[in-house]
């Protein structure tokens, strides 16, 4: 069976692969689909419900809530993008050195690795944030930094399994650099593995920094971003609930999507699975 169709008849990966294209097409087309711009402020319209006007109701400034949650998957979708490929970089950099060279540098890494897992992310993540200061971007630092322990001990298993293979010996006797072999021989088979990792990333990273911002270590009001507007609607939250509801759901969907499409890509991609 070919992979094209695979991949259709995987129920999580068609599932999970369209509710993040919704995200990426409304993060895309913000612009087009939002009804106004989301720090138009109408205090005549404040606690609107949801309505024709205002699909998603106002917030306590007027603001449209809906063109807020619109505004906010592209925050969303770069965070997560951002996050992953920092921490992609710094996990498959590291788990390729510590797996292939192994030795002093090996164990260094591993300590490294060892500590980093057993701090908490979201504490230590929150430490870094309060030291270099409250900022979006800061946030998508502090995660990626704490974050690429699990990513590297994966790669490491996977780097010690193959450079042991008849193909890489044989590569090394032919007078091939250890940069070569790394990036010719090992890198495209650890490459599966890291895939489904990253991919299962997303949504953590999207959490975690909405967990920040909500704590208002993230990004700062008045900017769309969803942990910033459940921080806002929590103060309304009997007399106006819609304010943190639909955020809420964008989070929902959101991660969701990219759960569904990171089991799908391991189940793909795992040759055990697909047996």
């Not at 949801?50 to 306590?60: K, Y």
């Not at 593995?193 to 953590?204: E, G, K, N, Q, R």
């Amino acid at each position: 069976m070919s992979p094209w169709r695979r991949a259709l008849k995987n129920r999580m990966l068609v599932v999970g692969l369209a509710m993040f294209t919704t995200v990426l097409l409304v993060a895309a087309f913000a612009d087009s689909i939002a009804i106004r711009s989301y720090k138009e402020i109408d205090l005549p319209k404040a606690l609107t419900p949801p309505g024709p006007e205002h699909p998603f109701g106002t917030d306590r400034y007027g603001r449209d809530v809906f063109s807020r949650v619109v505004y906010g998957a592209g925050i969303a979708l770069r965070v997560g993008l951002v996050v992953v490929t920092i921490q992609g970089a710094i996990g498959i950099v590291l788990g390729l050195m510590a797996g292939y060279f192994g030795g002093v540098l090996d164990r260094g890494i591993s300590f490294l690795t060892d500590v980093t897992w057993a701090m908490p992310p979201l504490v230590l993540a929150m430490a870094i944030v309060m030291a270099l200061g409250p900022s979006l971007d800061h946030v998508i630092i502090a995660i990626a930094v704490v974050s690429w322990a699990e990513l590297a001990r994966v790669v490491r298993a996977k780097t010690q399994a193959v450079k042991s293979l008849p193909y890489v010996e044989a590569a090394r006797a032919l007078g091939r650099t250890d940069a070569g072999i790394i990036a010719r021989h090992i890198l495209p088979n650890v490459l599966s593995p890291v895939i489904v990792l990253m991919t299962l990333a997303l949504p953590s990273a999207i959490l975690s920094t909405t967990a920040l911002s909500f704590l208002g270590l993230g990004s700062q009001p008045p900017a769309p971003d969803w942990g910033v507007m459940l921080n806002e609607g929590i103060l309304h939250v009997e007399l106006a609930p819609w304010i943190s509801i639909f955020p809420g759901l964008a989070i929902v969907w959101t991660v969701l999507g990219f759960n569904l499409m990171g089991v799908g890509l391991r189940d793909l991609l795992d040759p055990q699975l697909r047996a």
